[in-house]
C-alpha cells in the first residue's frame, strides 16, 4: 500500500525558512515515475495546491502563494520530495500534504482524494 509520510513542518517566525520533506513507503517502488505535488490546508479550509513536479524534475509548478518563495525538488534515488519554503507568512499556516499529482506548468491537481498524516506548519510571532 502506497504511503507518502511528510515531515519538517515547525513553528517558525514571520520571514523565516523550512523545508519540508515527503517520503514513499510501502510498496511504491515506482515513485520516480510518478508527479509529486504538495498541498496546504488552512485551518477551516479545504486542501491546496502549492507546488507539484514531474517525475523526472523537470517540470515544476506553483501557486501564485508559492512563487518567487517556494522551491521544490525530488530525490528519486531517496524516493524523496522536498518543498523548500521561504520568506514564510502567517498565511502559509496550516497543514502540508504531499500526494500523487497531475501536473503541469500551469496547473496542478491531486490524484486521489486521500491525504497521509501532513506536516504542520505554524508561522507566528
Known amino acids: 500500500q502506497l504511503q507518502f509520510v511528510e515531515s519538517g513542518g515547525g513553528l517558525v517566525q514571520p520571514g523565516g525558512s523550512l523545508r519540508l520533506s ?13 508527479a509529486i505535488g504538495w498541498f496546504h490546508q488552512a485551518p477551516g479550509k479545504e486542501h491546496e495546491g502549492v507546488s507539484c513536479i514531474s517525475s523526472n524534475g523537470i517540470i515544476t509548478y506553483y501557486a501564485d502563494s508559492g512563487k518567487g518563495r517556494f522551491t521544490i525538488s525530488r530525490d528519486n534515488a531517496k524516493n524523496t520530495v522536498y518543498l523548500q519554503m521561504n520568506s514564510l507568512n502567517p498565511e502559509d499556516t496550516g497543514v502540508y500534504y504531499c500526494a500523487l499529482a497531475s501536473c503541469s506548468v500551469h496547473t496542478m491537481a491531486a490524484q486521489f482524494d486521500s491525504w497521509g498524516q501532513g506536516t504542520q506548519v505554524t508561522v507566528s510571532s
Open 22 to 34: 515527503c517520503s514513499a513507503s510501502g510498496f511504491f517502488t515506482f515513485f520516480k515515475d510518478y
